[in-house]
């Protein structure tokens, strides 16, 4: 059973826009989220967290939101740049080994 | 820094061939180990982890296994290899100090077809 989902397979959006990508959970003890961005053929890479503390991460031009009572979660990229067409996963945990609950993933596209 | 190695890149094996995927980490001691498995359309799959030498915890049943014969070494094997074990295998670290709120560091990745 997935307990991490992205709902939306792709997005599209425009150089300068805002990318909104979502990111749903289950598991109500998830306590630690992250996202990751990967390029073909290459492995993903750590993009920003989240602790369960916190409703909102900001580093650059990448804010991670949480809303606890929604199970939900939510990554803004402004303004998106061309580079930032990739898979993204949104990921969970609540164990102390450190095992993640991965979404299948969004695949954004950058367009000029 | 700490680096992370996987190889081979790609590999095409026949179906019930054997199968020996290694990764090995750079630059850290003790590290926990995680093989993940991305199947195509699907997301990341955890597949093995290992929070020391010969300590491996199994996610999913199936027909691959993982050892950990030296503290920096992880390696996914398999006696049979099926279809269905096609995919894109990412060998992960992270420092295993701050429990579930440490960042995993991927590898670059073995695409494997099985024909």
């Known amino acids: 059973d997935q307990q991490v989902k992205q709902n939306s397979p792709s997005l599209s959006v425009q150089e300068g826009r805002i990318s909104i990508l979502n990111c749903d959970y289950t598991n109500s003890m998830f306590d630690y989220f992250l996202w990751y961005k990967k390029y073909p053929a290459e492995g993903p890479t750590f993009l920003i967290s989240?602790?369960?503390?916190?409703d909102k991460n900001e580093d650059g031009r990448f804010t991670v939101f949480l809303n606890k009572s929604a199970k939900h979660l939510s990554l803004h990229i402004v303004p998106s740049q061309p580079g930032d067409s990739a898979v993204y996963f949104c990921a969970a945990t609540l164990d102390s080994w450190g095992k993640f609950q991965f979404g299948a993933g969004t695949q954004v596209v950058v367009t000029p | 820094s700490q680096t992370i190695h996987q190889w081979p890149a790609t590999l095409v094996q026949p179906v019930g061939s054997p199968l020996s995927l290694e990764c090995t980490v750079e630059g850290t001691s003790n590290p926990n180990l995680y093989w993940y498995r991305q199947a195509a359309g699907r997301g990341l799959q955890l597949l093995f982890y290992s929070v020391g030498i010969g300590q491996i915890s199994s996610e999913v049943p199936q027909n691959l296994s993982a050892s950990r014969p030296q503290d920096r070494q992880f390696i996914l094997s398999s006696k049979k290899l099926l279809l269905s074990d096609s995919g894109f295998y990412l060998c992960a670290w992270s420092a295993g100090t701050s429990g579930g709120s440490d960042t995993q560091y991927f590898g670059p990745g073995t695409r494997l077809t099985v024909l």
């Open positions: 989240i602790s369960s503390i916190k």
